[in-house]
């Protein structure tokens, strides 16, 4: 039994030594030599050295960034590359010694490993890692400003990180051989501060340009009246908005206002002046918006006043028994051309319980209203009083239009001056003029305030009437009255004839 198992074992290696011997005749890679665990025998060196590249090309290698973090790449693609034809042919030559002829023997029995032949090409390990880079990138964020609750707060500054590709490709090439046979590779992360972290300064001095309140003034120049308020900044920096563009160098802000809240804002105030009052939007939308932009172009320490105009609607009037539409004029202040003008189908006379749309009397102060001066003329007693600031001025007799033509009582303004007007219908010379309203809207034909007038040019007229009515609509003053008048009323100040 023992003599045939020593038998079996004979043959086994003659027939080993059969094949080496045939492998070595025929350009073989001889049995039992392998590479990376890899049975090469019988192989001749070109197909070794495909088999060795199709193996360590599918070798694979986990990269890991320690945050939770993990890629994977080929051995080749991390640069560890292989020379498969050197180590094929290293491959190929174990046994060949012809000097030691057993070293055949050897390997056939034995079987023998040679090692690997490759290299570490860093420019494909950095070009490799730059395509996972923005992967495992995270920007830092700079400290930032923006507007809760009326006031500028800061808003943190947040650290980043990015791949540190130079570390670790140096740690590849120091570690290539444990790479090779299956060690993770530690990605090298480093941090990277935000360029801005604190805004603290910048918030303060910010805040400081939103700590006054905007002066709001209101003013009705139909009734003179005026209502002040004020815009406390907790409602006006609520209308801002920030463009930060923040460097470590040269921060810029700019405000920008929403003009859709301040529209809003004003459409509120508008109605609280009830059904008949209200602002202009777009105007005094625009009026806030600019003062809203100047209180935070610096630092205010004063108020900032914006004036708004008050503007009255048309209104409706339902004829009573008795009325007419000189009397429905007289009433509101409206000469009567103007109600006709805007009821194009009133007819030849009124009904009782007919609905007439009268002028709004804005109508009648068609320029921008000074509003720190007035003048007061009262048909009853042929007066004029002239304020200034609210202080009386001076106080004058006057005389105004005759009961055939009769001056318009209502809200008027001065709209235009000329030295010496002529008036055709009448032949007058009118010195100083002051034209206050047309009577007739289609008409340029104004009545006004002027002083003694002259016909053929020298005759003065109505010299010893004033307190009477003696003119054709005009408002009469004295010369040297009107002197002082013409330079003191420019064009704006709101004249108002009482009945």
Request: glycine share 6%; proline share 7%; aromatic share 8%.
């Amino acid at each position: 039994m023992f003599l045939l198992f020593l038998l079996l074992i004979f043959a086994c290696a003659a027939v080993a030594l059969v094949a080496a011997g045939w492998s070595y005749q025929r350009d073989r890679i001889l049995p039992g030599v392998r590479t990376l665990g890899i049975p090469l025998g019988g192989q001749s060196v070109e197909e070794a050295a495909g088999q060795l590249e199709t193996n360590w090309n599918a070798r694979l290698v986990v990269l890991e960034d320690g945050d939770q973090h993990s890629f994977t790449l080929r051995l080749s693609e991390l640069g560890i590359l292989l020379d498969a034809p050197a180590t094929a042919r290293a491959a190929f030559r174990h046994g060949r010694d012809l000097t030691a002829p057993e070293r055949v023997i050897q390997t056939v029995l034995d079987g023998a490993a040679v090692q690997p032949i490759w290299y570490f090409d860093p420019a494909v390990a950095h070009n490799s890692l730059q395509t996972i880079a923005p992967r495992l990138e995270v920007r830092p964020v700079n400290a930032g400003i923006e507007i809760v609750d009326a006031r500028v707060q800061a808003t943190p500054s947040l650290p980043g990180r990015q791949l540190d590709i130079e570390a670790t490709v140096t740690w590849l090439q120091q570690n290539a051989p444990a790479v090779a046979f299956g060690e993770a590779v530690p990605l090298v992360v480093r941090g990277v501060e935000p360029e801005i972290a604190d805004v603290s300064a910048l918030v303060a001095e910010l805040n400081s340009r939103i700590g006054a309140p905007i002066s709001l003034r209101a003013f009705d120049p139909i009734i003179g009246e005026t209502q002040n308020a004020e815009i406390p900044p907790e409602v006006w920096a609520g209308w801002l908005a920030l463009d930060v563009d923040l460097t470590a160098s040269n921060p810029q802000v700019n405000w920008r206002v929403d003009e859709t809240q301040v529209a809003a804002f004003v459409q509120a105030q508008s109605e609280a002046l009830g059904a008949d009052r209200y602002f202009q939007l777009e105007p005094a939308t625009a009026d806030l918006v600019t003062a809203t932009t100047a209180m935070v172009g610096a630092n205010q320490e004063e108020p900032h006043e914006v004036r708004l105009r008050v503007f009255h609607r048309t209104s409706q009037h339902v004829v009573q028994s008795g009325e007419t539409l000189s009397s429905i004029a007289f009433d509101y202040g409206i000469p009567y051309p103007w109600i006709q003008q805007i009821n194009p189908n009133l007819g030849d006379g009124l009904t009782v319980g007919q609905s007439v749309t009268i002028p709004s009397p804005d109508e009648m102060i068609p320029l921008p209203v000074v509003e720190n001066k007035r003048i007061v003329v009262s048909l009853e007693q042929q007066r004029m009083w002239v304020y200034e600031n609210g202080a009386l001025k001076w106080e004058w007799v006057v005389s105004t239009g005759i009961d055939s033509s009769p001056t318009a009582p209502g809200i008027f303004q001065i709209q235009s001056h000329e030295p010496n007007a002529y008036a055709s219908i009448w032949d007058l010379w009118m010195p100083q003029f002051m034209g206050i309203y047309r009577p007739v809207p289609t008409s340029e034909f104004m009545n006004g305030f002027h002083g003694f007038p002259t016909r053929n040019g020298s005759n003065l007229l109505w010299t010893n009437s004033l307190g009477r009515k003696v003119t054709y609509g005009c408002i009469l003053v004295s010369n040297d009255n009107i002197a002082l008048l013409y330079d003191w009323a420019e064009e704006g100040v709101i004249v108002e004839v009482r009945p």
